[in-house]
């Protein structure tokens, strides 16, 4: 039977607090996702949190309901508690009725199948939480084969990153490893390395893409650096009209993603 928390001095209270810093997800191995639909997402994907939090208010719904019974039967505990321990929990005033913490999780560069896909996403030292987050939707979107984060970038895990991502960190397979590890792996066997760049004349739309397409989006204010633009098969840009010189990273690799979808599409359907 779920048990009831309402006091803040509770040390499960705490401990799952203390997820939104960095430094206790690392020591707890554990992150915090909240919202009914992005847990539910998580549970169809075969991830269930360590420790369910819900208001009594949704305890009656039936995805809560689902959620409470397979929480429990794989050995983790369901916690009925208040709005305001929830609020405490996510940092938000007007919290979702659920929040769950997870155990962390990687894949391996090792155990993707680059086949199972004709586009994947690369990011080089994102930054910003939103941005991770709306790539990894992008992700989701287009059917990519997963998000390969290259070199120091900001934790998918943290809750903003979690949140903007809006179930996809459960969908989409996430892979952090370093440039070093990541070139001699992709060039091991099939797979075109289209960097996103300012530094080409290369029209996206005119590009000859080739599946399976790994697109590399660099960090937001440096871009690619050059040595990682020579190790490009192709470098492309998108053509900036107005006075701004380049796209958000998280739009920009968005337009780039479907750009591949569709020339993927289009190679399929005249075959």
Known sequence: MPRIITAFSNPLVKRIQGLREKRHRREEGMFVAEGLRILT??????????????TPA??????????????????????ETSDAILSKLSG?????????????FDTELEALDRAASPIWLVAERLRDPGNLGTILRTGDAVGAGG?????????????????????????????RTTWDAFLPWLRSGPGQLVGLSL??????RAAPYAAPTF??????????PADMEDECDLLVKMPMLGKADSLNAAVATAVMAYEVL????NQRLSQ
């Open 199 to 204: 530094r080409t004349d290369n029209h996206y």
């Open 58 to 79: 949704s305890a009656n719904h039936p995805l809560v309901t689902a959620l409470v019974t397979e929480v429990e039967r794989a050995g983790g505990e369901a916690i």
């Open 147 to 175: 998000l390969i984060l290259i070199g120091d970038c900001v934790d998918p895990f943290s809750t903003e990153a979690v949140r903007a991502s809006m179930g996809a960190l459960f969908t989409v397979p996430l892979v």
């Open 41 to 54: 997402e998580a549970r169809e994907t075969g991830r269930l949190p360590q420790f369910l939090f819900y």
């Open 215 to 224: 697109l590399l989006t660099g960090n937001e204010a440096q871009g690619l």
């Open 92 to 104: 938000k005033d007007n919290p979702q009725s659920v929040v769950g913490a997870f155990a962390m």
């Open 262 to 265: 569709a020339h993927s599409d």
